[in-house]
């Protein structure tokens, strides 16, 4: 039982070391160019079928995972902002 519990325990660290260097990584991304982004990718959604149908006939497929990952990475950035300046 004590192996389970240190190979989870290291488990849980590595984990936890991940999560942070990906926070890091997150906070050197401005919070306005991944609202510009979003924007970009719902404007792109809202307008290629008027003005490109064939480029999104093609491509199409793809944007609404791109926004909705785009959407997520914003809201990570915003939260993890929040909790650099102390904020609950």
Known sequence: MGAVTSARGT??????????????????????????????IARTEAFSPIFDPTWFQQNGKHIGGHLALARAF?????????IAEGSP
Do not use: G, N, W, Y
């Open 11 to 40: 488990i849980l660290e590595l984990t936890k070391d991940q999560i942070m260097s990906i926070t890091q990584i997150a906070l050197f991304v401005p919070v306005a160019d991944v609202e510009d982004l979003v924007r970009e």
């Open 74 to 82: 914003l809201t990570f950035r915003k939260s993890i902002a929040e």
